[in-house]
């Protein structure tokens, strides 16, 4: 009886521990692939910096919570001659569920922009 609570006790922490870590990746592929995606939308021709944050804003509020979508900025960088938009989300760690502590992740999205 002993050993199976104790063991017991062990298995349900290292469960929990999985479930947490694969958590913590869904939630880092979801924003880094919502802040590729905005600059690839961004990057359009006739489209803004602006457009980029607001649909990773939009992506971000769909697939996670409000919350995620709070700091999402865009703008224009130019890297070795090359014009590209770059969206950077910042979004909370999740460490119990969908709560975070004060950490934050910085993510980034780059994309090159279209000439007309």
Do not use: I, W
């Not at 592929?29 to 802040?35: E, G, L, M, R």
């Not at 919350?67 to 938009?85: C, Q």
Request: aromatic fraction near 4%.
């Amino acid at each position: 009886m002993v050993d199976f609570t104790l063991v017991g006790g062990l298995v349900v922490v290292l469960f929990v521990a999985v479930v947490q870590l694969a958590l913590v990746q869904h939630v880092r592929n979801t924003c880094v692939d919502a802040a590729a995606e905005g600059a690839r939308y961004a990057a359009h021709v006739g489209r803004a910096p602006a457009d980029g944050a607001a649909r990773a804003g939009d992506l971000l509020r769909s697939s996670l919570a409000a919350s995620y979508a709070k700091d999402v900025t865009a703008d224009e960088v130019v890297v070795d001659g090359l014009r590209l938009v770059r969206v950077t989300v910042r979004a909370p760690l999740p460490v119990v569920g969908l709560l975070g502590p004060a950490g934050v992740m910085e993510l980034r999205g780059h994309a090159p922009v279209e000439d007309a």
